[in-house]
Nanobody
C-alpha cells in the first residue's frame, strides 16, 4: 500500500524558506495526484496545492500563489513543496495526500495521507 512521509518542516523566521518533501513507498507517485494540506491550531484543514499525474499544479490559497511551488522529484519518488517568503500565518502542520483521480480541494478525495510535518514561522 502507498505510504507517504513528509519531512522538511521546522522553525523559520518571517521571509524565510522551507522545502517540504513528501516521499512515497509502496507505489510510484507519478500515477497519483498529490495534494498538500495544512492545519493551523484551532483551524480547519485547508487545501494548499495539488500536482497532477502529468506534472501540472495548482495553488488553492491566493496568498500562497507565487510563494509556494509544487513539483515532482521522480528519482526520489517524492513530491516537493518549496515555500518562500514565509509568513507567521503559514504556521501549520503540513500534510501530503495522494488520490487517483483529480486535484480536488476536498480531503476526502485523497485516501492516502502522511503524518504531517510542523512548519513554524516566527521571529
Amino acid at each position: 500500500q502507498l505510504q507517504l512521509v513528509e519531512s522538511g518542516g521546522g522553525l523559520v523566521e518571517p521571509g524565510g524558506s522551507l522545502r517540504l518533501s513528501c516521499a512515497a513507498s509502496g507505489a510510484t507517485l507519478d500515477r497519483y495526484y498529490i495534494a498538500w494540506f495544512r492545519q493551523a491550531p484551532g483551524k480547519e484543514r485547508e487545501g494548499v496545492s495539488c500536482i497532477s499525474s502529468s506534472g501540472g499544479f495548482v495553488t488553492y490559497i491566493d496568498s500562497l500563489k507565487g510563494r509556494f511551488t509544487t513539483s515532482r522529484d521522480k528519482a526520489k519518488n517524492a513530491v516537493i513543496l518549496q515555500m518562500t517568503s514565509l509568513k507567521p500565518n503559514d504556521t501549520a502542520v503540513y500534510y501530503c495526500a495522494a488520490g487517483r483521480y483529480s486535484c480536488g480541494r476536498l480531503a476526502a478525495e485523497f485516501p492516502h495521507w502522511g503524518q504531517g510535518t510542523q512548519v513554524t514561522v516566527s521571529a
